[in-house]
C-alpha cells in the first residue's frame, strides 16, 4: 500500500478536497528513508481522549511533555513538537515569538550528517509539522492511522493497539477516481442571430418602457418587483397560497419555469398519446391548447406550476385564483382533498412529491433522488443527510444517508438552564449579528443556528434505544450525529411548531418565538466540518466527502421566504413574507403589502426558505426594480 | 564564631533554576497533570468561537494569504500576523472567567 500512496503522493496534496501544491522536500526525504512504516513508532504513542476526542502523542499516557531544551511545557508562545525520527520533544514559536528548539533541533541533526529530523509532530493535535519549511505538512498514511485510532479507540476499554481495523471508513483512494464535479462558468452573449429570435419570440419582463404611455395604474404596478400577484382564497387555502408563493419566488424554480422547461401545453401532448394533430413534433400552442381543452383527465402538476408562473409573471397584478392547480393537487392527494385547513409542511411535501412522481412517470427510469437529476422538484430542494452512529463500547461507526426535501427541526426545549446553552452555541459567530448574538446568549431566545446546533450535536441514544452494533453483534449504547453531505440549491427549515404528547394523548402549539438570520452560513452543519470537527486537519479523504461540498461559495444561503402561521393547532392562519430585491413583501392570500424587515424579524416563522446566495441575484434583481 | 566559613558554597543562580521549577511551571504541571489544562482548553476554544474570535482571526488568515499569495504562505508566518491580534483581542470577559476557574483549582488543589 505504502508504495502505491508513494506513486499518488508525489505533486498534489488534498485537503479535505483542497488541493495545495507544494509537497515538502524534507517529508519525502523522510518518507524515502523509512519505506516501509515511517510512522509505526509513533502508532503506538496516539493517545485518543474519549470518546470520539482529539488525538494527542504521549509515549506514556500520563507524560507531561516539556521541551527538551528549555524545560517549557508549551502553551504560551510556544507549542511542543516531538521529533518523528527520535522522539525527542521541543518547543516551537514562530520567528519573532522566541527561540524554535525543534527547528534547532533539525538543524544541528543536518549538522551532524544525520538529516532527517526535519519532520515533527505536534504533541496536542496529532499533525505534522516540518521545521524546516516551518509549515504544517499532511501525509496520508499518519493521517489515516490517527483518524484509524480515533474511530477505533473511541472508548477507555479498547487500547489503540490492541484494534483490528474495525471502521466502515473506506482505505484512501487514488485521486482520479473521484470524480470532481465543476461546471465552468462562461459567459454568454447572443449573437445577432440569437438575438434576433430572442426579440422576435419573447417579451422582456421589464418591458415597461414600451408600456409606460399606458394608464397610471399600471405605472403605480411597475414599482413593484415582477411576479407580485395575491392568490385568491378558495376557501380554507392559505396553507397552500402561502407554500405557493414561496415557491413561485424560489430562484431555481421560477428560473425553470420562465425559460419554458416544462411546457405545459407540450407536456400535455407528450402525455396524451391519442391526441390530435401531435405528428410532427413542433408544438403549436393554439393547437396544443386546444388540446388541453379535450383532455383534462390527465393531471400534472408541474404543468400547473407553468400556468400559474405564466399567469403571475404576466403584468397583471389582479388576485389570482390557482383553482385549476388546487383541483390537480386534490386528485394527487385525495385524502387531503377538502375545504378543511391544512399543514402548510405537508402541503408542501406533498405538492414536490406530486411534480416527482408526474416526471417519474413519464420517463420511466431509476433515478435517486438524493442526487436530484430526477425532476425539478428535487433538483432544487434535494439534499443528503448524513447520520452517524457510533458505538460506545468498541467505536464501531456504522454510516447512513438519507435524500431529504427539507430539515425539520425541534424547537429548542425551554430555556432556563444556562449551561445547556453554552453547549448548543458553539457556531453563532459565524452567522448571527452581533448584537442579536448577546442578547440571544442573554436571554434565552431560541435561534434557528441554535435549532441546527442541536440538530448536528453528537446525541447519547439512550438505555432505552439500543443501536445493534455490527462488531459487537449485540445492542449497545451508541453516540448519533446528524450532517449534512450534500446541501440544496434551497434549504428549507420546517420548524416542529404543532407538538404532539402521546403521554397526554393531545396536540398543541408552541408559540415560542425564533430567531431566524437573513444570511446563514450552513457550512458548520456540513458532513465535511463536522468529521473534521472529530478528526482535526487530515488529507484521509473521509467517506462521501465531495469537493463541491467543501466549496464555500455554496454553504452560504440568503433567506428569501418566511411562511408564517398565526393561530392555534386547529385553526389559524398562513401568511409568507417574500424578500424581492432586498425589500420585504407580505403576501396575506390576495392582499400584497410592502413591509419593514422588523415585521419580519418579529413573526412567528413556520417554515424558512434559504436559497445558494450565488443563485440570489440580489444586485441584478435590484437593477430590474430601478 | 565564624559559621559562614564552614557553610557549603551557594549554588549559582542558573543551576538552581534547573533543579527547581518556578511556581509558574509548578502550576502548569498540576494543571496538566490534573487534566484541568486539557479542559481549560475547551472551554476557551469553545467560548473564543462563541464570541466571533476565531471567525475574525480566520479572515484575518485569509487576507493575509490573498495578499501574499497562497504558496508563499506558511503556518508560521501566519501564526507571526495574527499572534499581537489575536492576544489583543480576546474578550476581557474570556480572561476573567479562565482566570476564575484558574483560581478555583489551585484554592482546590492545595486543600
Redesign the interface.
Known sequence: MSSKINSNNNNNHRINGQI???PCPHLADFRSRHRSNPFRALQDCLRI?PPGGRAAIRRDP?E?PLCGAC?D?G?G?TRLYACVSCAAVHCHA????GPSHAAAHAESARGGGGGGHEIAVDVDRAEL?CCA????VYDRDFDSAVVLAQTAASTLHAPPHSVTTPTTIRLPQPENLRKRRRVDYRPWTPDPRERSLMGSSSSPLNGTVSDSDSNSDSRSNDLLPWGLRGLNNLGNTCFMNSVLQALLHTPPLRNYFLSDRHNRFYCQKKSNCNGNGNGDGIVNRRNASNNERNNNSRMCLACDMDAMFSAVFSRDRKPYSPAKFLYSWWQHAANLASYEQQDAHEFFISMLDGIHEKVEKERRKPHSQGNGDCCIAHRVFSGILRSDVMCMTCGFTSTTYDPCVDISLDLEPNQGGSAKM?ST??????NGE?DC?NSS?NSGISTLVGCLDRFTRPERLGTDQKFFCQQCQVRQESLKQMSIRKLPLVSCFHIKRFEHSSTRKMSRKVDRYLQFPFSLDMAPYLSSSILRRRFGNRIFPFDGDEPEASNELSSEFELFAVVTHTGKLDAGHYVTYLRLSNQWYKCDDAWITQVNENIVRAAQGYMMFYVQKMLYYKASEKQVAA | MRPSVNRPPTPDVHENQEKEPTLQETINIKLIESGEKERLMELLRERLVECGWKDEMKAICRAFIKKKGRNNVTVDDLVHVITPKGRASVPDSIKAELLQRIRKFLVSAAL
Open positions: 495545495s501544491l507544494q481522549k500520563s507531561v524545560g511545557s502553551g508562545r514562530p520567528p519573532g515569538g509539522f519549511c516551518r509549515d504544517q453554552a452555541k458553539s457556531n453563532h459567530a459565524s452581533a448574538l446568549q
